[in-house]
């Protein structure tokens, strides 16, 4: 994609670290410099600020990852790259059939009104869920993963699902502030909004992270 677009060797190209590693291999494919930009909180996904913060004189695409069934601010995205003269690319999520979305907006509703003590995600407009979202607020990564431990241990199925951003790994480490990258990773969590999942199944996931609330207390 980056290759045929003409993006190659001496160029630089702007990608979330909140992603898979594949993104940031196939700039280093293309011959190019992967440069990290922060992501937008509600969302997850690149944060137009944060894009234009990053370009250079090298830059020449921004590469655009639409994340959890909810899209990017994609009108802003493309300001900035008409901006800078930048190739503006997305890469999207594989779509549901429609009676499959609803019912998981469905379980993401009931989710969004029984659940205490995590920070529910933010609908917005189109989300299709392709994975509900929660923050467990509190004293960074311990905090979120032993809550994770403690709902799988009551038969609930759960997964961070960003276990470490790509610009910490050591092949892509790089000296780039990216706090809302670094809190996301450490707080955020996937809890299950299948289709398959009965009632007695959401009720279940609700009664479990429920019964955790003494562990989103930070320590002091």
């Known amino acids: 994609m980056l290759r045929a677009a003409g993006v190659g060797v001496g160029d630089?190209?702007?990608v979330p670290a909140f992603v898979n590693v594949e993104v940031a291999e196939a700039v280093v494919l293309a011959g190019a410099l992967p440069v990290f930009a922060d992501i937008?909180?509600?969302?997850?996904?690149?944060?137009a600020s944060a894009?234009?913060?990053?370009?250079?004189?090298?830059?020449?695409?921004?590469v655009v990852v639409h994340?959890?069934?909810?899209?990017?601010d994609i009108t802003r995205l493309h300001g900035v790259g008409q901006r800078?003269?930048?190739?503006?690319?997305?890469?999207?999520?594989?779509?549901a059939p429609y009676d499959e979305i609803a019912q998981r907006r469905e379980r993401a509703a009931y989710l969004d009104a029984k659940l205490k003590g995590v920070r529910t995600p933010d609908g917005g407009d189109g989300h299709t869920y392709q994975q509900y979202i929660v923050r467990v607020p509190g004293n960074g990564r311990p905090d979120r993963d032993a809550f994770a431990r403690a709902v799988r241990a009551r038969r609930v199925e759960c997964r961070v699902p960003v276990k470490t951003p790509v610009h910490r790994l050591p092949e892509y480490r790089r000296c780039v502030s990216l706090p809302e990258t670094e809190r996301a990773a450490d707080e955020t969590l996937s809890l299950p909004v299948d289709a398959s999942?009965?009632?007695r199944d959401m009720q279940r996931i609700v009664s479990a992270c429920n019964a955790l609330g003494?562990?989103?207390?930070p320590a002091f």
């Not at 894009?51 to 921004?62: D, G, M, N, P, W």
């Not at 994340?67 to 990017?72: D, E, K, M, T, V």
């Open 214 to 217: 003494g562990l989103l207390q």
């Open 84 to 95: 800078h003269g930048l190739l503006v690319l997305e890469q999207g999520e594989s779509e």
């Open 67 to 72: 994340r959890f069934g909810r899209s990017a």
């Open 51 to 62: 894009v234009e913060a990053a370009v250079s004189s090298r830059t020449a695409a921004v």
């Open 40 to 47: 937008d909180p509600v969302t997850y996904c690149l944060d």
């Open 12 to 14: 630089e190209v702007v």
């Open 197 to 199: 999942l009965t009632k």
